[in-house]
């Protein structure tokens, strides 16, 4: 049981350029999340998902999409990077949306030059 | 607007005392709390969490939490502290009103540094 699954763990791109983060999970989670994490902001929600071909957006969607075509896999895009899209990113999943714990893949720390 | 604040960005306690580390949260209706905690370049670890019932709850390596309603507040404590409890916690919650987006709200985070 890998649990939540991320990568890459670090990438660089220039602005302009697109890429994908790609997470999975093998514990059959119905709900699956994006965050960012920057310095002294915590966490903020990117995109979420209740099931597979069903997502929506978070509290910070802008410039990213998701898709989620099987329960396992949420990969997040970067449609065109931006320096302000510098940040660590994970990716979660829980078992419902409501009283379960989310369980955290290990991040992909992006850079954007 | 739904909020969780925790007001110390750090916590210095020296091994085998107690420690607390301070949440207050401010949402509407009922709410789902939770406490994680990450190591450097780690992703987030679950400690515990709060739904309903017990106002004490108990969870992983000796952490537990109170719940206080009327104060608002889900303080994580430890009777007592290990060098290898230094970490970043963070509080998050989880309300009724947030619908279909199970969203979690995030405290910005305390560094709780535990020394020899």
């Known amino acids: 049981n890998a649990g939540v699954t991320q990568t890459p763990k670090f990438q660089v791109l220039k602005t302009g350029q697109s890429m994908t983060l790609q997470c999975a999970q093998d514990?059959?989670?119905?709900?699956m999340s994006w965050y960012r994490q920057d310095p002294g902001m915590g966490l903020r929600l990117i995109h979420y998902s209740v099931g597979a071909g069903i997502t929506d957006q978070g509290e910070v969607p802008n410039g990213y999409n998701v898709s989620r075509s099987t329960t396992e896999d949420f990969p997040l895009r970067l449609l065109s990077a931006a320096p302000s899209q510098t940040s660590v990113y994970f990716c979660a999943s829980s078992y419902s949306r409501r009283a379960s714990e989310q369980y955290f893949g290990p991040g992909t720390r992006l850079t954007v030059t | 607007a739904q909020s969780v604040a925790q007001p110390e960005d750090q916590v210095n306690v020296a091994e085998g005392n107690p420690l607390t580390v301070k949440c207050t949260y401010s949402v509407s209706g009922n709410p789902y709390l939770f406490w994680y905690v990450q190591y450097p370049n780690r992703g987030l670890q679950f400690l515990l969490k709060y739904i309903t019932g017990d106002n004490l709850v108990k969870g992983s390596y000796g952490f537990e939490a109170e719940f206080n309603k009327s104060q608002t507040s889900f303080h994580l404590k430890k009777p007592s502290a290990l060098v290898s409890d230094s970490a970043l916690y963070f509080c998050a919650v989880r309300y009724h009103g947030s619908g279909n987006t199970g969203k979690l709200i995030f405290g910005q985070g305390t560094t709780l540094q535990v020394k020899p």
């Open positions: 514990m059959n989670h119905e709900y």
